[in-house]
């Protein structure tokens, strides 16, 4: 079976003083989850779509689904957990105890906050997890990357061509994701900044998918700017 989980287990601290997590706020009228989740529900190769929410938030994550969305029996809201990697379990550990986990079921985690993830970045998601164990979507890097320990003496400036910037959604086998993760030290766990890490450090071969420029993570008060010009201005059409 094909899963798709979308997080949005965050806070959104650094999105400053906000009286909600900033997958809640609204982009020309429509909450950022909700134009994350329509994305979603217009690939029909998802079997579930699976929403996690903070605890204290799950009844307002259904709410704006329903007003927004309607009933629909592909979209399910789940409890998150205490980091992202968290998060992304309790939606496994809820397909387990619902479903059961199969070798060949595969799931799509995208953030909640990158709203303008295409059709063809699931498409091309969903194709290569069918075949890999785990799949990233990235983007070349524009910039020189510098490398720095303390930040302030660079160490190393690696060859940019080999440099790409990580987004999401990424994918993965389920099996090989929970083993591979159930596997970390817990030295391991702290320095994760995303799920594909947690393959790569297993030696697992992670599948590299072109992501987009405009498929931005909104994270501070000027994304939030940026992704209302991106929407404004049609730009991730
Ligand atoms: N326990 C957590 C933490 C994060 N996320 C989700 O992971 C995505 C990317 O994380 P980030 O942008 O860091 O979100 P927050 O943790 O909410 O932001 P901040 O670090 O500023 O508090 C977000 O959609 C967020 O909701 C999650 O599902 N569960
Ligand atoms: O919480 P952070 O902003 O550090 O990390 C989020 C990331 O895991 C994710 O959004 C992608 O950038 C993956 O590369």
Redesign the pocket.
């Known amino acids: 079976m094909i899963y798709a989980e979308i997080l949005a287990g ?1 806070k959104g601290t650094r999105m400053g003083n906000i009286n909600m997590p900033k997958q809640f706020i609204t982009i020309d009228g429509t909450p950022i989850i909700i134009h994350t989740i329509e994305k979603f529900i217009l690939n029909d190769r998802f079997e579930k779509i699976l929403i996690v929410s903070p605890k204290e938030w799950i009844n307002y994550t259904k709410d704006i689904i329903k007003k927004h969305i309607g009933e629909n029996d592909r979209l399910v809201v789940v409890e998150g957990g205490s980091d ?1 990697n968290e998060s992304i379990m309790s939606g496994i550990h809820y397909i387990e105890k619902e479903f059961g986990i199969e070798d060949d079921d595969v799931i799509v985690t995208h ?1 909640s906050v ?1 709203p303008f993830l295409t059709h063809r970045i699931i498409e091309e998601n969903i194709d290569e997890v069918l075949k890999h164990g785990a799949v990233d979507t990235a983007i070349e890097a524009v910039d020189t990357i510098l490398q720095s320990k303390d930040g302030e003496i660079i160490d190393n400036i690696p060859i940019r061509d080999t440099m790409f910037q ?3 959604p ?1 994918s993965f086998h389920i099996n090989t994701l929970v083993n591979h993760y159930n596997a970390l030290s817990g030295d391991e766990k702290t320095i994760l ?2 799920a ?1 890490k947690i393959c790569a450090l297993k030696g697992e071969n992670v599948k590299i998918v072109k992501g987009e420029l405009f498929n931005i ?1 909104i ?1 501070t008060p000027y994304d939030l700017k940026v992704a209302k010009a991106i929407l404004q201005e049609r730009i991730s059409k």
Do not use: E, M, Y
């Open positions: 965050g992202r953030d990158r990580g987004q999401t990424q900044t995303d594909c993570k994270t």
